[in-house]
């Protein structure tokens, strides 16, 4: 299995996903140049976190026209993996891959603090090395982080039951306090409807061992890889 790493000009967590993906899970990785359009190579690609075009426009609106994003549409369509990770996650809106836009935060400040989440559904491969309902605690770190969408879009969401992860509090409890952006309802990363693309504002990658105080991220890199894994022996 591989995983690779689209690389934009401006962004500035693709090292970080490295460190996780080939330093601690030793599993090989590719750093991908936006204009590379050959990624058939990678059973994971991970659109990472950082300010790809420098966001002067809007967060992910110019990486969506980037050549490799063309190849990260076919990706996904043929039900391989997508971790989308903070201007990951605004990317993968503003292509399509997900529903939904990520808006300015409600009180428009620059967020970087630790949040807890409680984790939705545990039946992906994102999300398996973690129990249903389990609070975990991840950084966050943006200004653009705060999730929309219309009632319809909302509602699909919820019906098809999307939401992966929600903003709570220590005890798990989702409500205005514990809404660090003003997500509608408390959103902190969804997936599409088959399962194989998630887009998510914390970062997992930079929790992923102790010496950053926290382990909590690495259990999603884990699960994609324990499913990829499996997906290989049984196809040997």
């Known amino acids: 299995m591989k995983f690779g790493i689209l690389v934009f000009p401006g962004s500035n967590c693709d ?35 950082g300010f790809s075009y ?51 935060n409600r009180d428009l400040h620059f967020i970087c603090d630790r949040a807890p989440l409680r984790v939705e559904r545990n039946d992906l491969a994102f999300s398996k ?7 975990i605690t ?7 982080g705060c999730y929309f969408a219309d009632a319809d879009a909302l509602k699909e969401l919820e019906d098809n039951n999307q939401v992966v992860f929600r903003y709570c509090d220590a005890i798990g409890n989702v409500n ?10 408390n959103i ?11 887009g998510m504002m ?16 690495k259990g999603l890199f884990e699960g994609l890889m324990e499913v990829l894994v499996e997906g290989l022996l049984v196809n040997a």
């Open 15 to 49: 090292r970080d996903v490295a460190t996780v993906t080939s330093g601690i899970l030793q599993q090989p990785t590719r750093l991908i140049w936006h204009t590379d359009t050959d990624i058939s190579d990678c059973d994971v690609i991970v659109v990472p976190g």
């Open 54 to 104: 420098g966001d002067y426009l809007r967060c992910g609106a110019i990486a969506r026209f980037a050549p490799v994003m063309r190849s990260l549409q076919e990706h996904a369509a043929k039900g391989k993996y997508v971790l989308g990770i903070c201007n990951g996650f605004q990317i993968l809106t503003e292509s399509g891959l997900l529903p939904g836009a990520l808006v300015r």
């Open 129 to 135: 090395k973690y129990q249903k309902q389990q609070i």
């Open 138 to 144: 991840l950084p966050i770190a943006h200004g653009e």
């Open 176 to 185: 205005e306090e514990s809404n660090p952006n003003g997500s509608l309802e």
């Open 188 to 198: 902190a990363g969804i997936c599409n409807k088959q399962g194989n693309v998630l």
């Open 202 to 217: 914390p970062h997992p990658e930079r929790a992923a061992e102790g010496v950053l105080g926290g382990t909590d991220g």
